[in-house]
């Protein structure tokens, strides 16, 4: 147990709360106990696999006590000052405490993930609603039991320190402590993969990572050396389309659904087995950045999907997911519909399979140490519990290989998984020993089996229990370097995701496909990666290739002129809760707070989020402040309300795309709330105005019968804001292009 904090009951206690200024602190001279090291920071177990114990308090490795020691305990009385001869003279090697500190820190980084290097972790937790156990038999999908849950998303090609909102694949990986063991299903947020075996992943990841002789781009696949390959090896332009596409700069990590890619095995009580695919569906909606705001966002705040998650989980807006499933029979073929189960490369429509929901997951809670746990955090798909099992999917099965030999490097050794935020929450009595980093004080001398000297000990469970062995199917055939004759068809699903877009989406598609090959330099990888567009789409192609200044090539593959369009690929077109959106509400130092509350109580009721947005900080009246134009923009939310027009402040910045301080009528307007409403109308966000503020819409040249534009009292206005929301964005105030005729 922590000790007590201790304070001083001596002192009043401090008035705090929203509004109330922080007091200047100086630092306290009164020791006071660290605070209490949260299960998941707690050392190692207290009793060894067999028993016995081991001696270690479970708080050994978290703060303990008031003073500030040595990593051995021993108190110190400063770690200000250097042992020196002299005040002046040289530093002393036998200064402990210099070389501890220093020693340490030198090796505080540990190598980053080769992949998915950059990501933002949380804890939850998973509640089964039972669905699934007619065809699972695992404990944690029984009705109503409750699994805990760490999350980790991630992008794939950034270094650990690059943006959050660039355009990739995003990582959705998932670690259930269930009774019966770590179950791990570690997917993306984009349902199929670049490439169909795993011998390829390197070759995919070194041509999207930064070019090998200069290190550029950071973070981006627009560029050659991804195109070269991407155009060559033609079963990634499935996933190439999904990256082209909105959902490859998602707006949240709350707004993203997940994937499990792979097709795996389910296996009931009664050993009968189904195939099934994983789907993740957020219950905040899916929803996208549009690309200029992921360009502003990398530059404003590079953490912009960190703080979010972090900000809702902070706020108590716990982000929630459906967990479903979609489920084939185990046929011999592992065919459904003419779809090979077994290629990482296609999607089974939701049309032609519903996703069946089985269980929910909420985050509520967010790590206290990033390194202790989203860094130290491992998912590997091998981390199965019985009733789960993996099928002969060639990327899946190398995948079993890569995510157990890349923590031996990542986290210094065999012994990662007694790591706190890895450990499972059920006995462990593995006879795995020794090696670097081995916390556990095993007991016993008999870590083998058969033995009789620990009495047997640890005992083999029956196969009902096991996980691994779940379907002893024959396995038989020469050994072959090949792959399925299905496996050639590269073009179909491209073909499938592309026509299953509304046309919003496809025009941002279009721009996104000619943005990065206008980025390559060599004109024959924009040349080859356009034939692959023609055996996609020859509309697209045409676009494609008319912004580029090349000629569309013809196909080279017979059209696909029997595929069925997806409409549940596309974001658009459904509506969603508007519960937690942003909505900026933009005020003058002048406004009555009277006014500023009603427009605050308005957005509130209706489940959305207000913020005041000022020209400066501080109180108006007793309404805070929450943000200022210096420190926001409008990237930030997702409407704005412009409940009163502030006037230009002294400092406003003079040198903005728009005309500052224009006149309106006579009157100046602040140019930072002009640009601010300018890039939301661009961005097709709704926007409102108060009957006294629509000269800032004129400033900014947004007409006031667009579409989404409503001008009226705070609470008119957010009436239609939960409408206009409902669909993420005003997508009528696209400028989307005719169709070709
Ligand atoms: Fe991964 N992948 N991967 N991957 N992957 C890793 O494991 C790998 C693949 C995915 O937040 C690495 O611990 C190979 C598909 C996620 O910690 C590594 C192949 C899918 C994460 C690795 C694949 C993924 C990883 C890097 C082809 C979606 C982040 C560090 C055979 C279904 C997990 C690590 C986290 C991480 C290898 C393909 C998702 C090197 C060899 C397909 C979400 O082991």
């Not at 699934?132 to 699994?147: P, Q």
């Not at 089974?348 to 860094?375: H, K, S, Y």
């Not at 709704?686 to 006294?692: E, F, H, K, S, V």
Request: proline content about 10%; overall charge negative; charged content about 20%.
């Amino acid at each position: 147990m922590a000790p007590e904090k201790k304070t001083d009951p001596t002192q009043p206690t401090p008035p705090s709360g929203p509004g109330v200024p922080s007091p200047v602190l100086d630092e306290p001279t009164t020791p006071v106990a660290p605070p209490a090291p949260k299960p998941s920071q707690e050392g190692p177990a207290t009793v060894t696999p067999t028993g016995a114990p081991t001696g270690a308090p479970p708080e050994a490795f978290a703060q303990q006590g008031e003073y500030l020691t040595t990593s051995t305990g021993v108190r110190l009385r400063t770690t200000d000052r250097a042992l020196k001869a002299g005040p002046r003279g040289p530093v002393l090697l036998q200064d402990h405490h210099l070389r501890e500190k220093i020693t340490h820190f030198d090796h505080e980084r540990i190598p980053e993930r080769v992949v998915h290097a950059r990501g933002t972790g949380a804890h939850g937790a998973f509640v089964a609603n039972g669905n699934a156990s007619k065809i699972c038999r695992a404990a944690f999908l029984k009705k109503d039991v409750e699994t805990p849950i760490f999350v980790r998303f991630s992008t794939v090609a950034g270094f650990r320190g690059s943006s959050d909102t660039v355009r990739d694949t995003r990582g959705f990986a998932t670690k259930f402590y269930t009774t019966e063991g770590n179950y791990d299903l570690v997917g993306n947020n984009i349902p199929v993969f670049f490439i169909q075996e795993g011998i390829k992943f390197p070759d995919i990841i070194h041509a999207v990572k930064p070019e090998p002789d200069r290190e550029i781009p950071q973070a981006q696949s627009a560029h050659d050396t991804f195109y070269d390959f991407v155009s060559l090896h033609t079963e990634a332009q499935a996933h190439l389309a999904w990256s082209m596409s909105d959902r490859a700069i998602p707006l949240s990590f709350r707004m993203m659904e997940g994937f499990g890619v792979h097709t795996f095995r389910m296996v009931n009580e009664a050993g009968e087995t189904s195939l099934v695919k994983f789907h993740w569906k957020p219950r905040q909606g899916v929803h996208s950045q549009v690309w200029e705001e992921t360009q502003m966002t990398a530059g404003l705040d590079p953490d912009f999907h960190r703080r979010d998650l972090y900000d809702a989980i902070d706020a108590g807006a716990y982000p929630v997911w459906d967990l479903g499933v979609q489920v084939m029979p185990d046929t011999e073929d592992e065919m459904f519909e003419g779809i090979d189960l077994l290629d990482p490369t296609k999607i089974v429509p939701e049309e032609l399979c519903p996703v069946q929901v089985i269980g929910t997951m909420t985050l509520n809670r967010r790590p206290v140490n990033f390194f202790a746990e989203t860094e130290q955090v491992m998912f590997n798909p091998g981390h199965l519990v019985p009733g789960i099992d993996v099928t002969n999917d060639p990327l899946l099965q190398v995948r079993l290989f890569s995510y157990i030999d890349t923590q031996i490097t990542r986290l210094g050794g065999p012994n990662f998984s007694q790591i706190p935020i890895n450990a499972p929450q059920c006995p462990v009595n593995d006879m795995l020993r020794d090696g670097f980093h081995q916390h556990a004080v095993h007991g016993g001398v008999a870590p083998y089996r058969p033995n009789a000297l620990d009495g047997g000990n640890p005992a083999e469970t029956g196969t009902e229990e096991a996980a691994f062995i779940d379907v002893p199917a024959p396995v038989a055939g020469k050994k072959v370097r090949e792959r399925p004759a299905s496996f050639e068809d590269h073009f179909s699903q491209a073909t499938l995701f592309v026509r299953s877009l509304s046309p919003v989406e496809r025009q941002h598609l279009t721009a996104a496909y000619t943005f990065e090959l206008g980025k390559c330099y060599e004109e024959s990888v924009r040349v080859r990666q356009l034939q692959c567009l023609a055996n996609i789409d020859a509309e697209l192609c045409a676009e494609v290739a008319r912004g580029l200044g090349l000629p569309a090539p013809e196909p080279t593959v017979p059209p696909a002129t029997d595929v069925e369009p997806s409409p549940a690929l596309s974001q658009v077109g459904r509506t969603w809760p508007v519960t937690g959106r942003k909505i900026a509400l933009v005020v003058d130092s002048t406004t009555g707070p009277a006014d500023i509350e009603a427009a605050k109580d308005a957005v509130t009721a209706a489940g959305m989020l207000p913020f005041v947005v000022a020209p400066s900080g501080g109180k108006i009246g007793d309404v805070v402040v929450d943000r200022t134009f210096l420190t926001t923009a409008s990237v930030e939310f997702d409407a704005v309300l412009v409940v009163d027009a502030p006037v230009p402040a002294p400092d406003a910045t003079p040198d903005l795309d728009v005309k500052a301080g224009q006149p309106t009528g006579g009157k100046q307007v602040d140019p930072r709330m002009v640009k601010l409403v300018a890039e939301m109308f661009r961005h097709s966000k709704a926007i409102g105005a108060g009957p006294d503020a629509t000269d800032i819409l004129t400033a900014a040249v947004v007409p006031t019968d667009a579409p989404g534009v409503v001008v009226g009292k705070p609470a008119e206005v957010v009436k239609e804001f939960t409408e206009l929301l409902a669909t993420h964005r005003v997508w009528d105030r696209f400028p989307v292009a005719a169709p070709k005729q």
